[in-house]
Nanobody, 119 residues
Framework: VQLVESGGGLVQAGGSLRLSCAAS????????MAWYRQAPGKQRELVAA???????NYADSVKGRFTISGDNAKNTMYLQMNSLKPEDTAVYYC??????????????WGQGTQVTVSS
């Protein structure tokens, strides 16, 4: 299974970016997909997650500004980021809980995409 992120870049504070994460490979089911981020010198933290049924949850720091969504048919997840702040600067990683063998779920990570918000 491969997770490929795209959509990162440099944006001014108050701007928007949309991240995408596409999963490919011998996938039977994807149960949950999530975005994490890691800023320099900090631990990786959960930003937002979405289940295959559409249930979402967000870190308090991004509620009201970020929206996670998914396209089950395309095995793709999105993160719409609005009203970006300099403190949102980080490498953003895609994570997925995937079943490639019936009854067995494994965790996969993408390579990360840099998001830089200038003040």
């Amino acid at each position: 299974v491969q997770l490929v992120e795209s959509g990162g870049g440099l944006v001014q504070a108050g701007g928007s970016l949309r991240l995408s994460c596409a999963a490919s490979g011998s996938i039977i089911s994807i149960y949950t997909m999530a975005w994490y981020r890691q800023a320099p010198g900090k631990q990786r933290e959960l930003v937002a997650a979405i289940t295959s049924g559409g249930t979402t949850n967000y870190a308090d720091s991004v509620k009201g500004r970020f929206t996670i969504s998914g396209d089950n048919a395309k095995n793709t997840m999105y993160l719409q980021m609005n009203s970006l702040k300099p403190e949102d600067t980080a490498v953003y990683y895609c994570k997925a809980d995937v079943s490639t063998i019936p009854g067995i779920t494994s965790v996969y990570w993408g390579q990360g995409t840099q998001v830089t918000v200038s003040s």
